[in-house]
Every structure is written in C-alpha cells, then in structure tokens.
T-cell receptor, first 116, second 116 residues
Framework: DTAVSQTPKYLVTQMGNDKSIKCEQNLGHDTMYWYKQDSKKFLKIMFSYNNKELIINETVPNRFSPKSPDKAHLNLHINSLELGDSAVYFCASSPLARANSGNTIYFGEGSWLTVV | AQSVTQPDIHITVSEGASLELRCNYSYGATPYLFWYVQSPGQGLQLLLK??????LVQGIKGFEAEFKRSQSSFNLRKPSVHWSDAAEYFCAVGRPHTGTASKLTFGTGTRLQVTL
C-alpha cells in the first residue's frame, strides 16, 4: 500500500488554466505538507497543515491555495498557471514529534507539472 | 537561518567501491538531519535520520551517516556501492515548528553515477 499518494503523477496544461493536485496519506499522520522541486532540483516547502489547520505558509503566490478536507488529505489548487509553475510538487506527511526528536517527513511520489 | 551545503554536484564511482557523500549544515540549535534519495522519475525516499544519541546512524539499503557537531557535517557512506544506487541524494536539516511540523531545508543534491 502506498503511504503518501498523489494524483496525477504527470500533468501537462496550458498557461492560464486552473489545476489541482490531490494527496492522500494512510499513515495516520496529523501533519501534511507541500514541497516544490524546481528545474534545478531545489526543494522548498510551500505549505503545511496540521489536522486541517494551516500552520506553515511560505512566500507562495496567492494563485496557490491548499485545501485540507480532513487530516488524511491535502490538495493543492493552482489558478492561472504560469510557465514558471512548471515543477515537481511533492506531498508529504509526518507524525507528531516525540520528546528530543523531530518530525520524520515521508514524501509521496511527486506530481510532474508542465505548463506550456 | 538554517542552510545545507552539498559540495559535490556529481560523483561517479565504480560498482563495489566505497562511497561518501558530503553534507555540511548551518543551524543555531541541535539539528535534526536527514538523507533522502530520489531515483530518476521517482519520489523522495528517506534513507536515514539523526535526532539525538549515537552519532553514527544506520539506514536502509546499507547506508550509514555520521553526525560530527564540531565539523557541522552529516556525511553519508556506503562500503560497497551497487548499480541500483545511482540516483540523486539530498541532505536536509529540519527545524521544528511548534512540535507539530518541521520545515526541511534541503541541500542542492548530489547526483551519483555508478559505473559497471
């Protein structure tokens, strides 16, 4: 069973379109994330939700809007797509940190978005 | 602000040879450190992590890493590389966010090529 699953895996769309990427985790984690990997393979956090509440919101254009209907799902909606949005978007999840330890973050397979 | 440096962009080793991938970090507090691997067209898989305790940590696929606070390093090692280890390797430092989530700051990655 896939722990963190994303759909679609590949998406090619035209500039100006609106698209969504869905993410689901079956690990029972309370926290979910979206990370973006650009063309140079640099990875950067975009958002994080804990139990459906937004807790991390990096400097991301307003065209990107995450939605968490429940703690097992975190979807990413992108409005008015631009060429620069072409990237790989990774969903991830993590359990609560224990004392003297951090959160171990588990990533999905990624969604390759190409804007033409 | 935390940062991660992976000085080697690309490394080529022969199958069966030993491997060491370098990672240096900058972080003001006790770091939580991770190594992830990304095979071509695939997602990010967690190889190992360091939170506290024994500074030599064992991971999956025969990998290990050693945390050296004095050198601000967390180098990844493998005694004998297999052709299937060819991939992109990312070092990351995690910064806790209220205990419910962590922000991972990634290095730029090291691409490992294995020759037969």
């Amino acid at each position: 069973d896939t722990a963190v699953s994303q759909t679609p895996k590949y998406l090619v769309t035209q500039m100006g379109n609106d698209k969504s990427i869905k993410c689901e985790q079956n690990l029972g984690h309370d926290t979910m994330y979206w990370y973006k990997q650009d063309s140079k393979k640099f990875l950067k956090i975009m958002f994080s939700y804990n139990n459906k509440e937004l807790i991390i919101n990096e400097t991301v254009p307003n065209r990107f809007s995450p939605k968490s209907p429940d703690k097992a799902h975190l979807n990413l909606h992108i409005n008015s797509l631009e060429l620069g949005d072409s990237a790989v978007y990774f969903c991830a999840s993590s359990p609560l940190a224990r004392a003297n330890s951090g959160n171990t973050i588990y990533f999905g397979e990624g969604s390759w978005l190409t804007v033409v | 602000a935390q940062s991660v440096t992976q000085p080697d962009i690309h490394i080529t080793v022969s199958e069966g040879a030993s491997l060491e991938l370098r990672c240096n970090y900058s972080y003001g507090a006790t770091p939580y450190l991770f190594w992830y691997v990304q095979s071509p067209g695939q997602g990010l898989q967690l190889l190992l992590k360091y939170f506290s305790g024994d500074t030599l940590v064992q991971g999956i696929k025969g990998f290990e890493a050693e945390f050296k606070r004095s050198q601000s390093s967390f180098n990844l090692r493998k005694p004998s590389v297999h052709w299937s280890d060819a991939a992109e390797y990312f070092c990351a430092v995690g910064r806790p966010h209220t205990g419910t989530a962590s922000k991972l700051t990634f290095g730029t990655g090291t691409r490992l090529q294995v020759t037969l």
